[in-house]
């Protein structure tokens, strides 16, 4: 990994951890934690192979 490829994973990582605790916070149902879970896995897929596609 080159340097341009370790910066934003390093900035990805950080606003994970900024923002976890509050979707854990917001999301106290088991349900509807995994809910909310699986439609931000399923964007987060979707975007990624839309961006393998392009580049």
Known sequence: MELKEIIPSI???LVLILVLPSFIKS???KRLFFKN???W???VLLLM???YFIY
């Open 41 to 43: 896995g399923i964007i």
């Open 11 to 13: 900035a990805l990582i």
């Open 49 to 51: 192979i839309l961006l």
């Open 27 to 29: 999301n106290l149902k």
């Open 37 to 39: 879970l699986s439609i």
